[in-house]
């Protein structure tokens, strides 16, 4: 529909950035990178389907179990994990597949903890809106922590809601080329940046 020479309007309208910053045990940045994540998921479009009260469709929990979403589900969407938890907010794993629509969790997910190849998940945080020019976004923040003795590798990143009782959803993974080492003793903040260009 879109010539090579012309820009499809809908490209730039919705996104979901990405950023991490990982501090060595004594608080020194010691890398940090961002960039553009690759793609929401297809739970994400059913979720927001359903939140206009339209019927028709499953999303697929994080346990693979196909479960139906309704309006009413769209009153009790959370993304607020508490610290320890790690079944859903920004979550972390080692795997590098590519994504696919009905992707439903991550493929290999690093489980909290503080021994070796655990990471201490803390509590996500959710800033306020902010309009910047012509763009709209916020940003979804977790810090983790490596208390183990050796480093860990992370590959993806995956960011899942729950809603109300029904479950917990997989709406979007960036997968991370060539990883994020995280040293032992040392923090790493990861940053998921939903946003629209108006």
Not at 20 to 35: E, L, P, S, Y
Not at 51 to 76: P, R
Not at 94 to 114: A, C, E, F, R, V
Request: net charge negative.
């Amino acid at each position: 529909m879109f010539g090579d020479k012309m820009k499809s309007p809908f490209k730039e309208l919705e996104k979901l950035d990405w950023e991490f910053i990982v501090r060595d045990k004594n608080g020194k940045i010691i890398a940090r990178k961002k960039g553009k994540a690759d793609s929401y998921l297809k739970n994400y479009m059913v979720i927001h389907y359903a939140v206009y009260g339209l019927a028709g469709e499953n999303a697929v929990d994080t346990s693979g179990n196909s479960v139906a979403i309704h309006k009413s589900d769209g009153d009790d969407i959370d993304l607020g994990a508490g610290e320890g938890d790690d079944t859903y907010g920004i979550i972390l794993g080692t795997g590098s597949d590519p994504n696919s629509p009905g992707m439903y969790n991550l493929q290999s997910k690093i489980s909290h903890g503080d021994g070796d190849n655990l990471l201490h998940y803390y509590s996500v945080s959710i800033g306020n809106l902010t309009v910047d020019g012509n763009i709209v976004y916020y940003e979804i923040t977790r810090e983790f922590k490596n208390n183990g003795s050796v480093d860990i590798t992370v590959y993806e990143a995956g960011l899942v809601v729950k809603v109300g009782t029904v479950g917990k959803f997989l709406i979007g993974r960036q997968v991370i080329s060539g990883g994020i080492t995280v040293p032992a003793g040392a923090t790493l903040t990861f940053k998921f940046k939903p946003k629209i260009t108006v």
